[in-house]
C-alpha cells in the first residue's frame, strides 16, 4: 500500500521519522530560537547542573549548600567566561571526576571475551593500561555569585571536534547496543532516531567524531528508556520527558569520557525543558544515574576487549613477520651455498 491508501494511523506506524512517534525518539532540536527566555535558560542551567552532580553522587550535599544555584563553574571556569566571584562568596563544594590510569594484570581474554590458558591450563595473565574511576572534592560557584559579561544562551547548531579512539569508542558503542546501528543521509534537522517499528538506531551520516558519539548514546537512551515495548511506563512520559532524559543520559556520559558537549546540550534541553520543574527532573535523576552509569560500565568492558583483542592481533603478526623472516633468511643461505657439479659427484661416487 502506498502512502496516499494508508489512514493516518498507518502512517505514524510505517515511518517512525515522519511522524509524532518517531519526533518522540530522534535527536531533533524542538524549535529555532535566538535566545531562550530568562525563565528557561534559568530553569535548563539548573537542570544540567543536577544531572551532572546527580551524576556523580553530590546532589544531596550541592541542595543542601545552595537550593537555589542555576549554574556551577568553578573560580576559574568563570575568569575564563569573562565574569569574576563576588568578593566574600563561598564556595560550593561537589564531587568532580578525576579519573586516573594505572597498568595492573588480567586475565587475558580472546576474541570472544574468554579467559585464554596455558599448556598447563593455568590462565595466561596480561599487563594492561586500565582508566579508575575516582572523584575530588573542588569548589564552584554559582551564576548567582559572579558578576561580568552576559552569557551565551544558545550553543552550537552541531559540535565539532575529534576524539582520541574514536574507532574503538565507535565500535564499543555500536557493539553494546542491543539494536541495530547505521549511518545515513536523514532529511530534515534530526541528526539521529531510534526506528520504533524496525528497532534500529539510525545516525546522521557525515557529522564530527564528537557529534556522531553524542548523538548515538543520546539514542542508545531513547531504545533502553523509552521503547514502549519493552519499557510499558514510557508510554506516561511526556515528550519534553523523554527528550531531557536521552540528552541528560548522554551528556554525562560524553563527560566521563572527557567529550564536552556542554554547548550543544544545554540548548539542547533548552528547546525541550520548557514548563518543567525541578521536583519534575529529580524524579528523573536515578533514571538518568542508572542508565549513563551502565552504559559507562558496558562501555568499559567493551573496551577492554577490544583492546585485547589488539595487542592479541600484534603478537599474531610479530609471530607470522618471524616466521616470515626465518624462510627468508633460510632460503637466502641456500641459495648462497656452493653447488657441487656432476664432475665432481661421479668421482665421488666412484671413491
Same mark, same amino acid.
Given at each position: 500500500?502506498?502512502?496516499?491508501?494508508?489512514?493516518?494511523?498507518?502512517?505514524?506506524?510505517?515511518?517512525?521519522?515522519?511522524?509524532? =512517534?518517531?519526533?518522540?525518539?530522534?535527536?531533533?532540536?524542538?524549535?529555532?530560537?535566538? $535566545?531562550?527566555?530568562?525563565?528557561?535558560?534559568?530553569?535548563?542551567?539548573?537542570?544540567?547542573?543536577?544531572?551532572?552532580?546527580?551524576?556523580?553522587?553530590?546532589?544531596?550535599?550541592?541542595?543542601?549548600?545552595? %537550593?537555589?544555584?542555576?549554574?556551577?563553574?568553578?573560580?576559574?571556569?568563570?575568569?575564563?567566561?569573562?565574569?569574576?566571584?563576588?568578593?566574600?562568596?563561598?564556595?560550593?563544594?561537589?564531587?568532580?571526576?578525576?579519573?586516573?590510569?594505572?597498568?595492573?594484570?588480567?586475565?587475558?581474554?580472546?576474541?570472544?571475551?574468554? %579467559?585464554?590458558?596455558?599448556?598447563?591450563?593455568?590462565?595466561?595473565?596480561?599487563?594492561?593500561?586500565?582508566? *579508575?574511576?575516582?572523584?575530588?572534592?573542588?569548589?564552584?560557584?554559582?551564576?548567582? &555569585?559572579?558578576?561580568?559579561?552576559?552569557?551565551?544562551?544558545?550553543?552550537?547548531?552541531?559540535?565539532?571536534?575529534?576524539?582520541?579512539?574514536?574507532?574503538?569508542?565507535?565500535?564499543?558503542? &555500536?557493539?553494546?547496543? %542491543?539494536?541495530?546501528?547505521?549511518?545515513?543521509? *536523514?532529511?530534515?534537522? $534530526?541528526?539521529?532516531?531510534?526506528?520504533?517499528?524496525?528497532?534500529?538506531?539510525?545516525?546522521?551520516?557525515?557529522?564530527?567524531?564528537?557529534?556522531? *558519539?553524542?548523538?548515538?548514546?543520546?539514542?542508545?537512551?531513547?531504545?533502553?528508556?523509552?521503547?514502549?515495548?519493552?519499557?510499558?511506563?514510557?508510554?506516561?512520559?511526556?515528550?519534553?520527558?523523554?527528550?531531557?532524559? =536521552? @540528552?541528560?543520559?548522554?551528556?554525562?556520559?560524553?563527560?566521563?569520557?572527557?567529550?564536552?558537549?556542554?554547548?550543544?546540550?544545554?540548548?539542547?534541553?533548552?528547546?525541550?525543558?520548557?514548563?518543567?520543574?525541578?521536583?519534575?527532573?529529580?524524579?528523573?535523576?536515578?533514571?538518568?544515574?542508572?542508565?549513563?552509569?551502565?552504559?559507562?560500565?558496558?562501555?568499559?568492558?567493551?573496551?577492554?576487549?577490544?583492546?585485547?583483542?589488539?595487542? &592479541?592481533?600484534?603478537?599474531?603478526?610479530?609471530?607470522? @613477520?618471524?616466521?616470515?623472516?626465518?624462510?627468508?633468511?633460510?632460503?637466502?643461505?641456500?641459495? &648462497? =651455498?656452493?653447488?657441487?657439479?656432476?664432475?665432481?659427484? =661421479?668421482?665421488?661416487?666412484?671413491?
Amino acid at each position: 500500500m502506498n502512502s496516499q491508501g494508508m489512514t493516518a494511523s498507518e502512517k505514524e506506524t510505517e515511518e517512525v521519522k515522519s511522524t509524532e =512517534a518517531t519526533e518522540e525518539i530522534s535527536e531533533k532540536p524542538k524549535e529555532k530560537e535566538k $535566545a531562550p527566555e530568562t525563565g528557561k535558560k534559568k530553569n535548563v542551567t539548573g537542570i544540567m547542573t543536577l544531572v551532572l552532580i546527580a551524576a556523580i553522587g553530590g546532589i544531596g550535599g550541592f541542595m543542601y549548600m545552595k %537550593p537555589d544555584a542555576q549554574l556551577c563553574q568553578s573560580f576559574t571556569g568563570w575568569k575564563q567566561m569573562g565574569r569574576y566571584v563576588k568578593k566574600g562568596e563561598k564556595g560550593i563544594s561537589i564531587l568532580a571526576p578525576a579519573p586516573y590510569k594505572i597498568e595492573r594484570e588480567q586475565t587475558k581474554l580472546d576474541e570472544k571475551g574468554r %579467559p585464554v590458558f596455558d599448556a598447563d591450563g593455568e590462565p595466561v595473565k596480561e599487563k594492561v593500561e586500565v582508566t *579508575i574511576r575516582a572523584f575530588k572534592v573542588v569548589k564552584t560557584f554559582d551564576l548567582s &555569585q559572579t558578576d561580568g559579561k552576559e552569557l551565551p544562551t544558545i550553543g552550537p547548531s552541531e559540535l565539532v571536534g575529534n576524539i582520541e579512539g574514536y574507532p574503538k569508542l565507535l565500535q564499543a558503542l &555500536q557493539e553494546i547496543s %542491543p539494536v541495530p546501528v547505521s549511518f545515513e543521509l *536523514i532529511d530534515g534537522d $534530526a541528526k539521529g532516531f531510534y526506528h520504533l517499528e524496525d528497532k534500529k538506531i539510525v545516525v546522521q551520516d557525515g557529522m564530527s567524531e564528537v557529534q556522531t *558519539i553524542k548523538t548515538l548514546l543520546h539514542e542508545m537512551a531513547h531504545q533502553k528508556l523509552h521503547d514502549k515495548d519493552n519499557v510499558p511506563e514510557a508510554k506516561d512520559i511526556s515528550r519534553n520527558g523523554k527528550e531531557v532524559e =536521552a @540528552e541528560s543520559v548522554a551528556y554525562v556520559v560524553c563527560q566521563h569520557y572527557g567529550i564536552n558537549t556542554s554547548d550543544y546540550s544545554f540548548s539542547y534541553v533548552a528547546g525541550w525543558s520548557e514548563g518543567k520543574e525541578t521536583p519534575e527532573l529529580k524524579a528523573s535523576l536515578d533514571k538518568i544515574r542508572q542508565t549513563a552509569s551502565e552504559f559507562i560500565y558496558q562501555i568499559d568492558q567493551k573496551m577492554e576487549v577490544l583492546m585485547a583483542d589488539k595487542e &592479541q592481533g600484534k603478537e599474531t603478526a610479530k609471530v607470522k @613477520e618471524s616466521v616470515k623472516s626465518k624462510l627468508k633468511s633460510n632460503t637466502k643461505k641456500a641459495e &648462497q =651455498a656452493p653447488k657441487k657439479s656432476r664432475t665432481s659427484k =661421479a668421482k665421488e661416487e666412484r671413491a
